[in-house]
């Protein structure tokens, strides 16, 4: 695998080029499985507004947000319940997230070359000792993280295809989000876009 690089960032561990490309690709063709099993939606927040992501899951349980809040689902919104989480990603939480305990989700999010996240906290689960591990494929996305309070300083980096980000500890609760992506600078997708993968213990 040769040596990785990691960088601290506010807290959260990134690892760079976590993944060679050719287990990028292999990996993106698990996420097609998932995507076939458990399509793609667009969410909306509780007051209506559409996010700019598409999503979707596998595993125990799916983050899920709509009309009727943010909260984790067992089964897909067409009732079907979510695949399984690819024994690669599992490989990955093992080898990386310093956890006591398996991942329970997995979640999805496709990203096209206009889409964002805004700054946010995965804050949705019940154990918060565990991490979150999230992997990137795709294009570029700069990737900006603060501290536990909203008006806290953020800092930057972009994440690229095959990097691997973890919120741990402290950084657990830090906010985070994507600012924007760099259109055409991955091969892995030829259309373009990115994929991000997040781990996480939900109960």
């Not at 990785?4 to 993106?28: F, K, S, T």
Request: charged residues 25%; aromatic residues 6%.
């Amino acid at each position: 695998m040769g040596i990785l690089q990691e960088l601290d960032l506010n807290g959260v561990r990134i690892i760079q080029e976590a993944l060679r490309p050719e287990a990028q690709v292999a990996l993106l063709e698990e996420v097609r499985g998932i995507l076939r099993a458990a399509p793609l939606v667009q969410p909306v927040t509780p007051s209506g507004r559409p996010l700019s992501v598409r999503m979707s899951a596998a595993g125990d349980y799916g983050w899920i947000t709509d009309r009727g809040g943010y909260r984790y689902e067992a089964r897909h919104p067409n009732g079907a319940p979510w695949p399984p989480i690819p024994d690669c990603l599992l490989e990955l939480w093992e080898l990386y997230a310093e956890a006591n305990r398996l991942p329970e989700s997995c979640l999805v999010n496709w990203y096209a070359p206009d889409a964002r996240m805004g700054l946010h906290q995965d804050n949705d689960e019940a154990d918060f000792s565990q991490p979150v591990l999230s992997v990137s494929l795709g294009d570029e996305a700069r990737f900006r993280v603060g501290g536990i309070n909203r008006s806290d300083p953020t800092r930057s980096v972009w994440l690229k295809s095959g990097d691997i980000a973890i919120l741990h500890g402290k950084a657990r609760l830090a906010f985070h989000g994507i600012d924007k992506l760099r259109p055409n600078s991955s091969r892995l997708m030829p259309s373009g876009g990115r994929i991000n993968l997040t781990l996480r213990v939900v109960t």
